[in-house]
């Protein structure tokens, strides 16, 4: 079982940034994705990137550019450096772990308001 505890999320302008981090404990294995999905109010949960531990990512087209994932796998941490904000990013962004991305453990989610 892992444990994730997201964190860094908050309230910023349109065209700003924010970098959320992701703290994973407990079992992990070698060949692993950590990733990153959202959910606004009144939405499903879409993915926004992923992040394989051999380092491979791939990302959602409405933040390819503007968003970035990584990780440090000693330290069993995952980042997503947020740039360019829009309203739209305006969600509650989750952190996931698993052998493949949307499956396996879920962090309890972080609050992102995009607002002037």
């Known amino acids: 079982q892992v444990q994730l505890v997201e964190s860094g999320g908050g309230l910023v302008q349109p065209g700003g940034s924010l970098r959320l981090s992701c703290a994973a404990s407990?079992?992990?294995?070698?060949?692993?994705?950590m990733a990153w999905f959202r959910q606004a109010p009144g939405k499903q949960r879409e993915w926004v990137a992923f992040?394989?531990?051999?380092?491979?990512?791939n990302y959602a087209d409405s933040v390819k550019g503007r968003f970035t994932i990584s990780r440090d796998n000693q330290k069993k941490m995952v980042y997503l450096q947020m740039n360019s904000l829009k309203p739209e990013d305006t969600a509650v962004y989750y952190c996931?772990?698993?052998?493949?991305?949307?499956?396996?453990?879920w962090g309890q989610g972080t609050q992102v308001t995009v607002s002037s």
């Open positions: 996931n772990f698993g052998a493949t991305p949307g499956f396996g453990s």
């Open positions: 407990g079992s992990i294995f070698s060949s692993n994705f």
């Open positions: 992040i394989h531990s051999a380092g491979n990512t």
